[in-house]
């Protein structure tokens, strides 16, 4: 299992950021050479940010973070779900590879994660929050909070349980370098009104084309958006925290998403709306502030071997991924030139998979008789009930009936710098034929290398209707391997 790791351009110097930072600094300072690390996650958060482009959105903190660090404008996760993108991101290695690809499928006895590696070379680790990994992911932590009582009235008390356990850890281990993965809950569905601060007009909300623009999708959007912007107000307490005990100098701290924003086309799909995330990296006078890379791609699968870069340390031949610390010491080197993402089961089963590059994309659906599969998560949103109601209607627009569409093409291909939404599949069309050609190539080569399993394989009943939405069984059916 050794992936080819050709992926940035280097010079024939060493590409670790540390060895870009004199020694001497770091003792005359009085701080540990080993930064510490604390990556911010939200749950489920598009693209919807100040910082990148939304301007009708309210996240003043994550903007700041970005003017004073890297934004990354061109990255991707893995998957478009929650435990298969995150244990993605903590192994360094695709869902499939672990066979953690079904939601809520947990890590085995035997499978490493950054908190592992970390510990080994001096860090002291820790997580709150939200984890979603397993119990053998969590015992690689020498400090869990099972709370889940950031969710509370607004404003957010000074003795929130969350932000007291935030503020113990990063107290207690100020001496010596910490990892700590601060997984939020924001915006995850359900939403509700009486718990958050109604503070984004529906009126200036950003509808995209393929959901019905109507008051009910409109407020659903913009209660979507005041949970990003409760999360912008936490993550600002807890940086403010790491302010005060000036730790911001000698502190590495990350923001990114699992997976798209929770509505339907987006999360659960191998579209960008699905498988984008922010990525911001801040360094207080280590990385250049202002800086944004959009030359080439950024996986996700790249994160664990990053951050064990940034700890001085290797990461593990299984690894898939290839450190970008590099890049956060000069922002004009290039990333991927293209990347891979999976969707497997989540309420619905399938089998799909893409490669994107910076022009084009290639989705595989291996269900193309049916209608795509969506969370029921999605399908019990009032985005979902006025899409149903126009379809009933007669009333869906093109992009609109795609959701819906059975049967759906087995390829879809998608001209990205012309068609950013990916509203129109060219697999038909002769002028794509051979680009479509060397895409599905290099996606059935990347299958190969990774041990990715036929889609006839690890199969699982699926839990909810795909035609209406409507959840069936309430438990997770078993899976079975042919």
Same mark, same amino acid.
């Given at each position: 299992?050794?992936?080819?790791?050709?992926?940035?351009?280097?010079?024939?110097?060493?590409?670790?950021?540390?060895?870009?930072?004199?020694?001497?600094?770091?003792?005359?300072?009085?701080?540990?050479?080993?930064?510490?690390?604390?990556?911010?996650?939200?749950?489920?958060?598009?693209?919807?940010?100040?910082?990148?482009?939304?301007?009708?959105?309210?996240?003043?903190?994550?903007?700041?973070?970005?003017?004073?660090?890297?934004?990354?404008? /061109?990255?991707?996760?893995?998957?478009?779900?929650?435990?298969?993108?995150?244990?993605?991101?903590?192994?360094?290695?695709?869902? !499939?590879?672990?066979?953690?690809?079904?939601?809520?499928?947990?890590?085995?006895?035997?499978?490493?994660?950054?908190?592992?590696?970390?510990?080994?070379?001096?860090?002291?680790?820790?997580?709150?929050?939200?984890?979603?990994?397993?119990?053998?992911?969590? /015992?690689?932590?020498?400090?869990?909070?099972?709370?889940?009582?950031?969710?509370?009235?607004?404003?957010?008390?000074?003795?929130?349980?969350?932000?007291?356990?935030?503020?113990?850890?990063?107290?207690?281990?100020?001496?010596?370098?910490?990892?700590?993965?601060? #997984?939020?809950?924001?915006?995850?569905?359900?939403?509700?009104?009486?718990?958050?601060?109604?503070?984004?007009?529906?009126?200036?909300?950003?509808?995209?084309?393929?959901?019905?623009?109507?008051?009910?999708?409109?407020?659903?959007?913009?209660?979507?958006?005041?949970?990003?912007?409760?999360?912008? /107000?936490?993550? #600002?307490?807890?940086?403010?925290? =790491?302010?005060?005990?000036?730790?911001?100098?000698?502190?590495?701290?990350?923001?990114?998403?699992?997976?798209?924003?929770?509505?339907? /086309?987006?999360?659960?799909?191998?579209?960008?709306?699905?498988?984008?995330?922010?990525?911001?990296?801040?360094?207080? #006078?280590?990385?250049?502030?202002?800086?944004?890379?959009?030359?080439?791609?950024?996986?996700?699968?790249? =994160?664990?071997?990053?951050?064990?870069?940034?700890?001085?340390?290797?990461?593990?031949?299984?690894?898939?991924?290839?450190?970008?610390?590099? =890049?956060?010491?000069?922002?004009?080197?290039?990333?991927?030139?293209?990347?891979?993402?999976?969707?497997?089961? !989540?309420?619905?089963?399938?089998?799909?998979?893409?490669?994107?590059?910076?022009?084009?994309?290639?989705?595989?659906?291996?269900?193309?008789?049916?209608?795509?599969?969506?969370?029921?998560?999605?399908?019990?949103?009032?985005?979902?009930?006025?899409?149903?109601?126009?379809?009933?209607?007669?009333?869906?627009?093109?992009?609109?009936?795609?959701?819906?569409?059975?049967?759906?093409?087995?390829?879809?291909?998608?001209?990205?710098?012309?068609?950013?939404?990916?509203?129109?599949?060219?697999?038909?069309?002769?002028?794509?034929?051979?680009?479509?050609?060397? =895409?599905?190539?290099?996606?059935?080569?990347?299958?190969?290398?990774?041990?990715? !399993?036929?889609?006839?394989?690890?199969?699982?009943?699926?839990?909810?209707?795909?035609?209406?939405?409507?959840?069936?069984?309430?438990?997770?059916?078993?899976?079975?391997?042919?």
């Amino acid at each position: 299992m050794n992936p080819k790791r050709n992926i940035y351009i280097m010079t024939g110097k060493c590409a670790c950021l540390l060895c870009h930072i004199p020694a001497w600094a770091h003792a005359a300072a009085g701080v540990p050479q080993k930064p510490n690390i604390i990556v911010f996650v939200a749950d489920d958060a598009g693209m919807d940010f100040g910082c990148y482009g939304n301007r009708n959105i309210h996240t003043p903190n994550i903007d700041k973070m970005a003017a004073g660090g890297l934004r990354f404008d /061109r990255a991707f996760l893995t998957a478009p779900q929650s435990s298969p993108s995150r244990i993605s991101m903590m192994t360094g290695m695709f869902a !499939h590879t672990t066979g953690t690809e079904d939601l809520h499928s947990p890590l085995d006895g035997d499978t490493r994660m950054i908190p592992s590696f970390l510990h080994e070379a001096g860090y002291r680790t820790g997580v709150i929050l939200k984890r979603h990994w397993g119990e053998n992911g969590d /015992r690689q932590f020498d400090r869990i909070d099972n709370g889940r009582e950031w969710y509370g009235k607004e404003p957010l008390a000074a003795s929130n349980p969350a932000l007291s356990r935030y503020r113990d850890f990063i107290g207690a281990n100020r001496e010596q370098p910490f990892f700590l993965w601060v #997984g939020f809950t924001d915006p995850h569905r359900p939403y509700s009104a009486q718990d958050n601060v109604r503070q984004n007009d529906p009126d200036r909300v950003t509808v995209a084309p393929y959901h019905v623009d109507n008051p009910s999708t409109r407020r659903d959007i913009a209660d979507y958006y005041d949970e990003i912007s409760r999360m912008d /107000r936490h993550i #600002g307490l807890m940086t403010d925290e =790491l302010e005060k005990l000036h730790l911001l100098e000698n502190t590495v701290i990350i923001f990114l998403s699992d997976n798209g924003m929770p509505f339907p /086309r987006a999360k659960g799909t191998l579209y960008d709306a699905g498988i984008q995330t922010p990525l911001i990296v801040s360094w207080k #006078g280590k990385i250049k502030a202002g800086g944004v890379h959009r030359n080439g791609l950024i996986s996700l699968i790249d =994160l664990a071997p990053t951050l064990l870069d940034l700890a001085g340390t290797s990461a593990p031949q299984n690894m898939y991924g290839k450190s970008f610390a590099p =890049l956060l010491h000069d922002p004009a080197l290039r990333g991927r030139d293209h990347i891979h993402a999976e969707r497997n089961w !989540h309420n619905c089963d399938e089998y799909m998979r893409c490669i994107r590059t910076e022009k084009y994309k290639l989705i595989y659906n291996a269900y193309y008789t049916l209608p795509h599969g969506t969370a029921t998560d999605l399908s019990t949103s009032p985005t979902w009930y006025a899409l149903k109601k126009a379809q009933k209607e007669g009333t869906l627009s093109k992009a609109q009936q795609t959701i819906f569409a059975a049967p759906r093409p087995m390829i879809e291909l998608y001209d990205l710098e012309n068609d950013s939404l990916e509203l129109n599949n060219v697999a038909d069309e002769q002028a794509y034929r051979e680009e479509g050609k060397k =895409l599905v190539s290099l996606l059935l080569q990347w299958q190969e290398e990774t041990g990715d !399993h036929p889609w006839w394989k690890r199969r699982r009943p699926d839990q909810s209707d795909r035609i209406t939405g409507f959840p069936v069984f309430p438990q997770r059916p078993e899976a079975w391997d042919d």
